[in-house]
């Protein structure tokens, strides 16, 4: 039988491994017992993370939609209540840029939820 020379799956998990902790600080990016580690905390929160980024972006879109709407004499609740009403079918990331960007088309829409 021939000779079989292990090591190069492990050297290619440990290698993989290494490559996914680059950019860690301390021993956390070179020991491989301490990358697994880092990696298990680090995954979980990445997932974590995504969850958070998708509640950030809505609470920052519902800010700036109830600042744009109070310049016009409304406040938020009435506004998205009577969009409902309109069945205007805009969503809130939507809304907030146009209140960014284009101030008169934002004013004919509050102006149309508030007939």
Do not use: C
Request: avoid cysteine; charged fraction near 35%.
């Amino acid at each position: 039988m021939t000779r079989v020379k292990r090591g190069t799956i492990a050297h290619k998990k440990r290698e993989k491994l290494l490559k996914l902790t680059k950019g860690f600080m301390w021993r956390r990016k070179t020991t491989e017992r301490a990358a697994k580690e880092a990696l298990l905390h680090g995954q979980a929160r990445m997932f974590k993370g995504r969850k958070e980024k998708k509640r950030d972006f809505r609470a920052l879109w519902q800010v700036q939609i109830g600042a744009a709407v109070k310049a016009q004499g409304m406040n938020y609740s009435t506004f998205m209540g009577a969009l409902k009403k309109k069945n205007v079918k805009l969503d809130r990331k939507v809304l907030s840029e146009i209140a960014r960007t284009e101030p008169k088309v934002f004013s004919a829409i509050v102006t149309l939820a508030k007939k």
